[in-house]
């Protein structure tokens, strides 16, 4: 039986850290979707299997928490895993991200 890849939606409005990201996740066998934000980041999730989502907490449109809300309010996505990508350490950010 053949593995198949997992695919790994990263959301990032710096293309630098989108195409790092993406570039350590593809040597280590992972599909790879890249959104510079939310909208473009719904898009990717419409269009298929996404597997876990690494999302950016600073962005224009709308910051990581709130994307990860609205994403969860879909029951398809409900249990979807995302790890919030950031240069920010406060506590307050920290316990959103749990929330």
């Known amino acids: 039986m053949g593995h198949d890849k997992k695919s790994i939606l990263i959301i990032d409005d710096d293309l630098t850290i989108r195409k790092l990201i993406g570039h350590n996740l593809k040597a280590n066998n992972y599909n790879i979707f890249e959104a510079p ?21 600073t962005m224009d449109e709308m910051d990581g928490f709130s994307f990860c809300h609205k994403v969860r309010e879909n029951e398809n996505y409900r249990a979807l895993p995302f790890i919030f990508v950031t240069a920010k350490t406060s506590q307050e950010d920290k316990n959103r991200a749990l929330e």
């Open 37 to 57: 934000g939310a909208p473009e980041g719904f898009k990717i999730l419409a269009g298929g299997k996404v597997d876990l989502v690494l999302c950016d907490v």
